[in-house]
């Protein structure tokens, strides 16, 4: 009877998490989905707990505790330019639960099971595959994850690393992993083979995580990011499957599938499949150097000074500022909004051009703009703005470069060929705000650098864009 | 191995009780239903939606609940306080930093 209860309460919690989940993707009702979703996991909780039944709470209020506070201090603290870091270190933790609590359900058989035998003939095959798929994605959705978060906040390079022969040894850690959970499943028939088995599949897969993720660049960190994502979820829904709790599946297959969504959605951005993703290593020495791409210096580039610029944008009377990544790290999204609304007092028509993998993760770009106060109907997403730009008096690139490429749309050789870009070079007078002419994350050089209508301005994007602010208000 | 292997994913069928079929019902369902009622998100909730979704992920919780339950120190219950401590950090700073985002967006100049 009450075990009828709490399968309604968590029918109930997956429900509203469902609700939640559909709200938050529309931009009026998002906030409430939101709040709706955190109502359905509370829901949750607390009819795990009464499931739970009378326990020593020692444990469990010191984890939740902790958990809390840890949580609390970092969704305040962090700022919006680090996001992706932040994204990438809750997935991780999100996979890591997941495992460990495999992992917590494993040694507990061990630890109760008295007589010895195999793990599947006493629990189950379908049980024990639910275990060990649980630990093995849940350990590589942790590295892989702490490795893209490491190559985000600059404590690892963001270049590729590429092992030689590293499709062969990644290979070989995933058998080797398969191997150890083959053997654990039909062999193992002691404690100790069975730790073994057990501690093998979680540390080949833990390595199997960071193995897969260094080869990547980190241009497509918003990819791996969407990807793991997906498997934060999945590995959720694993332990659904190890534990018999439905809610758990199904919320681990919602979030398996968001996250699809978004890794299909950059991968489209990018016009790359993502086996070219995961396993092309991208933006390295084998990629770049083609004829349409790689480095050969700039010959013919012309450069103007932030009064000049000022000059120019007196005269105009539509202004399409293209942030990228560069404008990020500059912080500048603040001077950034300062300078369009001078423009916009001044009667100048004023929008944003947001290419879908600007910034570094998914939508990145509209969290640092709506931060500084910039209206979202100010944000033209690409497919809209791009025909606009013949039209456009001065387009202002601050901080972007390989997506406003124009090599994308023709050098076939080219490793971003095909990428969609926005258009800028079609617009009169198109400003770049660069601290230098080194290449993007490509590896390639721009030919709009050198186009006839360009100007490039050099320096930091926020004190270039607080200078012309400066010198426009002063002529 | 590969015969072992094949072997033992027949008996996964053929032994397969009902428990694990209306598992894998459900698990299939509610990836159609993920698919369903996320299709269309504007590219201005994309960080939003992941940090969200990243947040759900941590229900796993549930599942940490259920490992740390007992007063010995066993391996199992420190993994299962472990699990808890991080899956509860995934959750509430999950919703709190969406939460964060989204009412930026909700703000009137």
């Known amino acids: 009877m009450s075990d009828n209860i709490t399968q309604i309460a968590y029918l109930l919690g997956a429900a509203i998490l469902i609700l939640g989940l559909k709200r938050l993707s529309g931009v009026k009702t998002a906030r409430r989905g939101n709040q709706l979703a955190a109502l359905g996991m509370l829901v949750a909780v607390a009819t795990a707990l009464v499931e739970v039944g009378k326990i020593d709470y020692g444990y469990v209020i010191a984890g939740l505790v902790v958990g809390t506070l840890v ?10 330019t680090s996001m992706p870091e932040l994204v990438a270190l809750f997935n991780g933790l ?21 007589e010895m035998n195999n793990v599947s003939d006493s629990m189950g095959v379908s049980w024990t595959i639910s275990v060990v798929a649980s630990i093995i994605i849940g350990a590589l959705t942790l590295t892989g994850s702490l490795v893209a978060y490491m190559k985000l906040d600059g404590k690892m390079s963001g270049n590729p690393v590429l092992l030689p022969g590293r499709h062969v040894i990644n290979g070989l850690v995933f058998l080797g992993t398969l191997a150890c959970a083959g053997y654990l499943g039909s062999q193992a028939d002691s404690a100790s083979t069975t730790t073994l088995c057990v501690v093998g599949v979680t540390a080949l897969s833990l390595a199997l995580g960071w193995l897969l993720v260094i080869p990547i660049g980190g241009a497509d960190m918003p990819v791996v990011i969407s990807l793991l994502n997906s498997y934060s979820g999945i590995a959720a829904a694993m332990t659904g499957f190890v534990l018999h709790n439905n809610l758990l599946i199904i919320s681990g297959s919602l979030v398996g599938a968001s996250g699809l969504i978004l890794t299909r959605i950059m991968c489209k951005a990018m016009n790359r499949s993502l086996a070219n993703v995961l396993f092309g290593g991208f933006g390295a020495e084998e990629t770049s150097g083609g004829g349409g791409g790689g480095q050969k210096g700039y010959t013919t580039v012309k450069e103007c000074a932030p009064d000049e610029a000022a000059a120019i944008l007196e005269s105009s009377g539509s202004v399409v500022f293209v942030p990228g990544y560069g404008l990020a790290v500059a912080q500048a999204q603040h001077a950034i909004r300062e300078l369009a609304e001078f423009l916009e007092e001044k009667g100048v028509s004023v929008k944003y051009a947001i290419h879908p993998v600007a910034g570094r993760m998914p939508g990145h770009m509209n969290v640092l703009l709506a931060e500084a106060n910039v209206p979202y109907e100010q944000l033209i997403e690409m497919d809209d703005i791009n025909p606009e730009f013949k039209n456009t008096d001065v387009a202002i690139v601050v901080g972007a470069n390989d997506v406003v490429n124009p090599l994308a749309r023709n050098a076939t050789d080219s490793p971003i060929y095909g990428m969609p870009i926005l258009d800028v070079d079609q617009a009169r007078t198109t400003f770049i705000i660069k601290r230098s002419l080194s290449p993007g994350f490509a590896g390639i050089d721009n030919p709009l650098f050198e186009a006839e209508n360009s100007l490039m301005i050099f320096g930091d994007a926020k004190g270039v864009l607080e200078q012309m602010t400066k010198d426009l208000r002063e002529l | 191995m590969m015969s072992e292997a ?28 993920g698919f369903e009622v996320i299709t269309k998100v504007p590219p201005t909730l994309h960080t939003p939606l992941m940090s969200g979704a990243n947040a759900i992920s941590g229900v796993t919780l549930v599942g940490a609940l259920f490992c ?17 401590a991080f899956a509860t950090t995934n959750v509430v700073g999950g919703f709190m930093v969406t939460d964060r985002m989204l009412r930026m967006f909700g703000k009137k100049r």
């Open chain 1, 94 to 114: 999100g996979g890591a639960a997941s495992a460990l609590v495999a992992l917590s359900v494993m040694f507990d058989w061990l630890n109760t099971s008295g």
């Open chain 1, 71 to 80: 949580g609390v201090v970092l969704a305040t603290r962090v700022q919006m």
């Open chain 2, 6 to 33: 094949l072997t033992s994913s027949f008996f996964v069928l053929a032994s397969a009780d009902t428990s694990l079929l209306s598992e894998l019902t459900i698990f299939v369902l509610a990836v159609f239903l």
């Open chain 2, 68 to 84: 740390a339950q007992t007063h010995n120190v066993t391996l199992a219950n420190i993994l299962g306080f472990l699990a808890i």
